[in-house]
């Protein structure tokens, strides 16, 4: 698989961890060049570390997705490096303070919405200028979630944030389709990560009543996330474009 994509390049924000760790390193094990984007220095340098070992081109450009400035230089570092961008997996995100509607303060509001909804936003506006140049275009994956396709309750700010980045995909996918640019959206369900750690704590009764939830029977891994991603960049995807793709072990089947 590496040498059938010898040659691409691959950029994920929110790379230092979870999810975007697992995708950064599955793109590098497919053969792609690698660019990894993160607010967080120290973790993403050492993610890094693990994509280098793998041994094909990376890169960490630390990056704040919600300040348009760092999402700009982040692309246009991969490109000055690279020469290129194929594929890009939007995943920076945060869960915001749990709460009720009322209970939601607008700090809380405005920062998850920057981070998960605005970030998204500006990374897919860099990224898809710099494939309009490119005669092959490329194909970007938003991460939403289940909460982007289904209320759940105390999460306000991030269901809404999560809802919007589906519409958003929706939305680009239609107006790039005939430029050879897929956009898609992968819609992770309980998946053990730091932030899904945060959510359920310490508690064990909390864990059950997450993993009870689910009709597999278990969490889900960040690889399984990052499989589906890697899919949705590939062309064996190649008609796929628009979609929010539940990868949640049954949950939203219910």
């Not at 570092?77 to 303070?97: K, P």
């Not at 519409?167 to 369900?189: K, Y």
């Not at 508690?203 to 960040?222: C, F, M, Y």
Request: with cysteine.
């Amino acid at each position: 698989m590496a040498e059938r994509f010898a040659g691409k390049v691959a950029l994920i924000t929110g790379a230092s961890s979870g999810i975007g760790k697992a995708t950064a390193l599955a793109f590098a094990r497919a053969g792609y060049a690698t660019v990894l984007g993160d607010v967080s220095a120290g973790n993403g340098h050492d993610a890094l570390k693990e994509v280098e070992a793998l041994g094909q081109p990376s890169l960490f450009v630390r990056c704040d997705v919600s300040d348009p400035v760092d999402v700009h230089d982040l692309v246009a570092r991969t490109v000055e490096r690279f020469g290129r961008l194929d594929a890009a997996f939007n995943n920076a995100g945060i869960e915001g303070e749990p709460g009720d509607t009322i209970a939601c303060g607008e700090e809380n509001w405005d920062r998850t919405i920057a981070v998960n909804l605005t970030g998204v936003w500006l990374s897919m506006r860099c990224e898809i200028r710099q494939m309009l140049t490119q005669e092959w275009g490329g194909a970007i994956v938003n991460c939403s979630s289940v909460a982007g396709l289904a209320g759940i309750a105390g999460l306000p700010a991030y269901v809404a944030s999560k809802h919007g980045v589906v519409g958003l995909t929706r939305t680009a996918a239609l107006e790039f389709a005939t430029r050879r640019i897929r956009v898609n959206a992968v819609c992770p369900g309980a998946i053990v990560t730091p932030m899904l750690e945060r959510f359920m704590g310490s508690s064990d009764e909390a864990r059950q009543t997450v993993v009870a939830n689910e009709p597999i029977g278990r969490l889900g891994s960040p690889d399984e996330i990052a499989s589906a991603v890697l899919w949705l960049c590939s062309e064996g995807a190649s008609f796929t474009t628009g979609q929010a793709l539940a990868v949640d072990g049954g949950w939203t089947a219910k």
